[in-house]
């Protein structure tokens, strides 16, 4: 078996195909038990599938070259010297098309949004237990027992409110070492089924997205609709915090995971909701 250092070294080769079957079936096998490295695999996957599906065409299509024949044609009889200046600026004329259609093509794409480390580790995790959850290191649905565990474990002392107060269901939690910092992730679910995940760190050196903080109590919060899902980020030194949830109202459910039943926060998220 390899491991995952070895598997980030060769994902480039197995993802287009130029690996040894034999090499092949021991990535595969790795990713199969490797939550970690299956993720970034799905990333690099999804990024190469994206830039595949976005290479400029070489040729203008079909389509556009017969419009184009149809507009320049000219029905009246044309003169020797009239074909002659057709012969020059025709080819000008598709050449130019062509740029100029790349280029329309290229500013529609959707801008990019430059996420922190952090974040894109929050998201990766996110989306891959949303698409197929994997077996996380507590599974617990009882706040207080998962609350002690973490703080076993992983020393983070997380208040976490009952699931009538926060309106979820908690599935359970991962603790997890990016870039050497102790970090936990925890999962839940909606009363529809759609999931919320939320991430805590020691990583003091955060910087949030760009964009104009909401600020509760000296704290400012970033938000952010990315790919689908709603990212709300803060910092309370020394932690930070990342919030993911699928729909706005779960912003708000996932504020009650800390602040449940704490009367003089809950008007406070509720403008801060408001204001998303």
């Given at each position: 078996?390899?491991?995952?250092?070895?598997?980030?070294?060769?994902?480039?080769?197995?993802?287009?195909?130029?690996?040894?079957?034999?090499?092949?079936?021991?990535?595969?096998?790795?990713?199969?038990?490797?939550?970690?490295?299956?993720?970034?695999?799905?990333?690099?996957?999804?990024?190469?599938?994206?830039?595949?599906?976005?290479?400029?065409?070489?040729?203008?299509?079909?389509?556009?070259?017969?419009r184009?024949?149809?507009?320049?044609?000219?029905?009246s009889?044309?003169?020797?010297?009239?074909?002659?200046?057709?012969?020059?600026?025709?080819?000008?004329?598709?050449g130019?098309?062509?740029?100029?259609?790349?280029?329309?093509?290229?500013?529609?794409?959707?801008?990019?949004?430059?996420?922190?480390?952090?974040?894109?580790?929050?998201?990766?995790?996110?989306?891959?237990?949303?698409?197929?959850?994997f077996?996380?290191?507590?599974?617990?649905?009882?706040?207080?027992?998962?609350?002690?565990?973490?703080?076993?474990?992983?020393?983070?002392?997380?208040?976490?409110?009952?699931?009538?107060?926060?309106?979820?269901?908690?599935?359970?939690?991962?603790?997890?070492?990016?870039?050497?910092?102790?970090?936990?992730?925890?999962?839940?679910?909606?009363?529809?089924?759609?999931?919320?995940?939320?991430?805590?760190?020691?990583?003091?050196?955060?910087?949030?997205?760009?964009g104009?903080?909401?600020?509760?109590?000296?704290?400012?919060?970033?938000?952010?609709?990315?790919?689908?899902?709603?990212?709300?980020?803060?910092?309370?030194?020394?932690?930070?915090?990342?919030?993911?949830?699928?729909?706005?109202?779960?912003v708000?459910?996932?504020?009650?995971?800390?602040h449940?039943?704490?009367?003089?926060?809950?008007?406070?998220?509720?403008?801060?909701?408001?204001?998303?």
């Open positions: 078996m390899y491991d995952c250092s070895t598997i980030l070294n060769i994902m480039h080769p197995y993802l287009d195909g130029e690996l040894p079957t034999k090499e092949a079936i021991l990535i595969q096998e790795h990713l199969d038990t490797c939550s970690s490295c299956r993720i970034k695999f799905q990333k690099e996957k999804e990024l190469l599938t994206f830039y595949k599906s976005n290479l400029p065409r070489e040729q203008a299509p079909h389509d556009l070259k017969v184009l024949n149809e507009l320049i044609k000219d029905k009889p044309v003169s020797t010297v009239q074909k002659k200046w057709f012969k020059i600026f025709y080819p000008a004329t598709i130019v098309t062509v740029v100029l259609l790349g280029l329309i093509l290229f500013n529609l794409k959707p801008s990019e949004v430059k996420l922190s480390h952090l974040v894109e580790e929050a998201l990766e995790y996110h989306v891959s237990y949303q698409n197929k959850p077996k996380l290191q507590f599974e617990n649905s009882n706040p207080e027992k998962l609350r002690q565990l973490i703080k076993s474990r992983g020393g983070f002392d997380i208040h976490l409110s009952d699931p009538e107060v926060s309106k979820l269901n908690l599935i359970g939690a991962n603790l997890q070492m990016i870039e050497g910092i102790p970090t936990v992730l925890i999962f839940y679910k909606d009363s529809e089924g759609k999931m919320i995940t939320l991430m805590v760190s020691d990583y003091d050196s955060f910087v949030p997205f760009k104009n903080p909401e600020e509760i109590q000296s704290l400012k919060f970033y938000n952010l609709n990315f790919q689908g899902n709603h990212i709300t980020t803060w910092q309370n030194k020394p932690r930070s915090y990342v919030l993911i949830s699928e729909s706005r109202k779960d708000g459910n996932g504020c009650h995971i800390c449940g039943g704490n009367k003089e926060m809950e008007p406070k998220i509720q403008s801060f909701i408001d204001r998303i």
